[in-house]
């Protein structure tokens, strides 16, 4: 059951989301489809690699709180799952940092030609991992951190952010949204990202991306980006900043 608004973005008070040891059922009713399938994503993409990830298997949004249940999976079964997502009982959870310069724009990423987002340009975010839960619990905070560090340099850890998340509910799952706020303006900003995607052997990123606003989200660009940009430059939104 996933009983959260669609297509809203939602103040969030606290987050409760659990780690389960068993099986996603997802995974157990469709392990030689799953495998079929992961044939021909490594043909087509030799570097993937199949890992542990998380997916939700049920969630709800009751006054500002989020709960929720998810179960360890395959790398391969999560590049099943989003072929058939629309038919499927799982759902995806991811967090994303909404890094603002100090001149008001976003700071994003293009994903690089190895990698299974190929070209796609999104805020640096990652799907949660094992390590991600303390006591059994999604320490999203966490999540953010390490995601953004490992995929632009920039650590969060003592930087201006907006004192609550937020989440967002589209076809594509879950979004957990805090915005932070950057020291430096957009240029510095891009600079310092880029000269750490061209420093990495092997990096995730292959191009800072600046969005000054709607208008600059691009096609490659999946689907949940453009609502919260426009969220975010809404005028009754950006024009304050929380502790």
């Known amino acids: 059951m996933f009983d959260i608004p669609r297509d809203r973005i939602l103040q969030v008070k606290h987050i409760d989301v659990r780690l389960m040891d068993e099986p996603h059922p997802y995974e157990l009713a469709n392990l030689d489809a799953i495998n079929a399938n992961w044939a021909e994503e490594v043909a087509r993409l030799p570097k993937l690699f199949d890992g542990e990830m998380i997916l939700l298997a049920h969630a709800t949004y009751r006054d500002g709180v989020v709960e929720g249940a998810c179960h360890p999976i395959r790398f391969a079964t999560f590049m099943h799952w ?3 997502r629309a038919a499927s009982h799982g759902h995806h959870v991811f967090a994303n940092a909404v890094p603002v310069t100090s001149d008001g724009q976003l700071l994003a990423i293009r994903m690089g030609p190895d990698t299974a987002n190929a070209g796609r340009v999104y805020f640096a975010a990652g799907s949660f991992e094992r390590q991600d839960f303390v006591g059994g619990v999604a320490d999203v905070d966490y999540n953010i951190h390490r995601e953004v560090a ?37 240029a510095a900003s891009a600079r310092r990202v880029q000269a750490f995607i061209d420093a990495e052997p092997e990096p995730e990123a292959d191009r800072a991306v600046i969005i000054g606003g ?14 919260l940009v426009q969220w975010h430059f809404s005028s009754n939104v950006a024009a304050t900043r929380e502790s």
């Open 214 to 227: 709607s208008e600059d989200v691009p096609d490659t660009a999946p689907a949940h980006m453009k609502p």
């Open 150 to 186: 490992e995929e632009t340099g920039i650590d969060l850890a003592t930087v201006k952010r907006d004192d609550s998340f937020y989440a967002y509910r589209s076809a594509a799952g879950l979004t957990l949204i805090r915005r932070y706020y950057l020291a430096e303006d957009a």
């Open 82 to 84: 989003r072929k058939n």
